[in-house]
């Protein structure tokens, strides 16, 4: 590792998606996650160095007291979901972002403020308690000296998956921001109809503190789909009945799949089994099947939505079954040197828990870079 290298503080770590993104580019500092699971993944692929296992509550903030230029968050989202009935930041998982950012304002009042905050999470922050939540998270930035804004980035423009994810990035008040780094008014693609809305509602002190976000495009092509699955993959475990699936399905969804089967060659679909509305109120279980080159967004096995699906169709005829670790760590943008967990449901937990690499490279690439190397306010003398 280069001694050269900005430093790092990855929270909430997982098995280390945004490691994956940064190692070769950052140091890292400190990376914590209370999952023995995912801590032991984390060390399986990048060494215990750093690593501490445990409640964010319990972190000795004497390892914060050092040199750390970022600190980055996925804090659990259960709460600011449909799945956790959007208790908001006042649950007890996604209210962590409390104790991230008692973390954050013990390290500056000790002479180590982090020059980047990055804080990730589900739309739902957006509009959780009627806005009141993200309120409170820029409130905290500013409290601690931050200017901040928000990106909402969908990783279908990174990867062959619809995964939408809220980035509120902030920068310590002394940094001279680059150029260009952020526009006086809303226009980036990242910038959707939610962030805009939820930005007009902070109140006028907030918004002094707001900055637009400015990054280009991304430039480089993204993956298909079906590079990314084993077609010819024989698992018998795996294996779904087909028939089954189209018995779940709306007329609308078997007409997808009709449509699949007249286009011939190879076509892949991704299903989610839902429970819907029926007759009289009464809620059943449906399968619906996309087939425009986009994996749903992935999950926990666990999570309100079941694990996804793959609906393979060669020359006509269909084939289904559940997507492996692998194909849903690659969706993720992970190579596959990366080591997985054996068991299924731990390893596709990881990637349904994570956050998508190359969002993460490019996050670095055109915000956080530029502004370790832009320099500082000239203090007062």
Same mark, same amino acid.
């Given at each position: ?11 909430? !770590? ?16 400190? +990376? ?5 699971? @995912? ?10 160095? /750093? ?42 998982? !996604?209210? =962590? ?15 180590? &403020? ?28 500013? @409290?601690? %000296? ?15 998956? !619809?995964?939408?994810?809220?980035? =509120? ?17 809303? %226009?980036?693609?990242?910038?959707? @109809? ?21 990054? *280009? ?42 449509? +699949? ?7 892949? %679909? ?18 619906? =099947? ?15 939505? $079941? ?8 020359? %006509? ?19 596959? !040197?990366?080591?997985?967990?054996? &068991? ?7 990637? /349904? ?7 993460? $490279? ?7 870079? *530029?502004?370790? +190397? ?8």
């Amino acid at each position: 590792m280069q001694p050269n290298l900005p430093r790092m503080a990855e929270f909430f !770590s997982g098995a280390g998606m945004v490691r994956a993104a940064l190692r070769d580019r950052w140091q890292l500092a400190l +990376a914590n996650d209370i999952d023995a699971r @995912k801590c032991a993944a984390y060390a399986a692929n990048w060494g215990e160095d /750093g690593l501490v296992e445990g409640d964010i509550a319990t972190l000795d903030p004497a390892l914060l007291r050092q040199p750390i230029d970022l600190y980055w968050a996925s804090s659990p989202c259960q709460d600011l979901s449909l799945a956790g009935n959007r208790r908001g930041l006042a649950g007890a998982r !996604s209210g =962590v972002f409390h104790t991230w950012m008692d973390h954050v304002t013990a390290a500056a009042a000790a002479g180590f &403020a982090p020059r980047i905050l990055a804080f990730e999470n589900v739309t739902g922050i957006l509009s959780s308690g009627e806005g009141r939540d993200f309120h409170a998270v820029c409130a905290a930035f500013h @409290k601690a %000296g931050y200017r901040f804004g928000a990106l909402e980035i969908d990783a279908r423009h990174f990867l062959p998956q !619809s995964r939408p994810r809220v980035f =509120v990035l902030a920068v310590r008040a002394d940094v001279v921001l680059p150029a260009g780094m952020a526009a006086k008014q809303a %226009g980036s693609l990242f910038h959707s @109809k939610r962030v805009v809305k939820a930005a007009e509602a902070l109140p006028r002190a907030l918004r002094k503190s707001w900055l637009w976000w400015a990054p *280009p495009p991304p430039s480089d092509p993204v993956a298909r789909l079906v590079d990314l699955i084993d077609v010819d993959l024989d698992r018998p475990d795996l294996t779904v009945d087909p028939g089954r699936l189209m018995a779940l399905m709306s007329d609308l969804n078997r007409a997808k799949v009709a449509h +699949a089967q007249a286009a011939g060659g190879v076509q892949i %679909g991704t299903v989610y089994k839902r429970g819907r509305p029926g007759a009289g109120g009464k809620v059943r279980q449906r399968a619906e =099947v996309r087939f425009d080159g986009l994996a749903g967004c992935l999950r926990t096995p666990a999570g309100g939505s $079941s694990r996804q699906t793959l609906m393979i169709i060669r020359d %006509g005829q269909i084939s289904a079954r559940l997507m492996t670790p692998r194909e849903a760590a690659r969706l993720m943008g992970l190579t596959d !040197s990366y080591i997985l967990p054996e &068991a299924y449901n731990e390893a596709y937990k990881l990637s /349904g828990d994570g956050v998508a690499v190359p969002v993460v $490279s490019y996050l670095n690439d055109t915000i956080f870079s *530029p502004l370790m +190397a832009a320099p500082l306010l000239a203090r007062a003398a």
